[in-house]
């Protein structure tokens, strides 16, 4: 994409990449190879590297252009930023609270797929999705799937 906005979005993201890098550190490393830890890490790189892909090629290609784009773009990039930021906000103080009270029938992953799905049926349409079956049907299964794939299949469980 050539639009200055690139740079700020590229910030964006790498702001987001050092904040999860340092949330991940907090994992146990795992006495294996690979251990709790790996594939964050290796998702946040990966994130890394496309975010500082999109700040290069932001910068080639603003020439004689305004750097940080047009406002619309920021206010909604900001936005998404204050959001993703509230949803790991509750994530954590909600799921400590939740897991702390004895006898809580659904004491992992119940917070997890909670915020998961309100965070993503708040998102989607701001970020320009219309169709009100594909975000409920995204909404819901995401995290259906992650529980399903998390809990069952590597023995791990959710926040």
């Known amino acids: 994409m050539k639009n200055p906005s690139d740079i700020t979005s590229g910030l964006v993201i790498l702001c987001l990449c050092a904040i999860c890098a340092v949330s991940t550190m907090h994992l146990p490393k795992g006495i294996e190879m690979f251990g709790p830890r790996a594939l964050p890490l290796f998702s946040l790189t990966a994130m890394a590297a496309c975010a500082v892909i999109l700040l290069w090629r932001g910068l080639v290609n603003a020439k004689n252009k305004p750097v940080w784009g047009d ?11 204050l959001f993703f930021l ?15 009270i004895d006898g809580f029938p659904f004491r992992h992953s ?13 998102s989607l349409p701001f970020l320009g999705r219309v169709n009100k079956l594909e975000i409920a049907l ?8 992650l529980f399903c794939v998390f809990t069952l299949f590597f023995k791990v469980y959710l926040p």
Do not use: D, E, M, N
């Open 71 to 81: 406002l619309p773009a920021l206010r909604k990039t900001g936005l998404c930023l």
């Open 110 to 122: 119940f917070v997890f797929c909670i915020t998961t799905a309100a965070f993503l049926a708040f």
């Open 138 to 145: 995204v909404s819901l299964l995401s995290p259906a799937v």
């Open 86 to 100: 509230l949803y790991l906000l509750v994530l954590a103080k909600l799921g400590g609270i939740l897991y702390a």
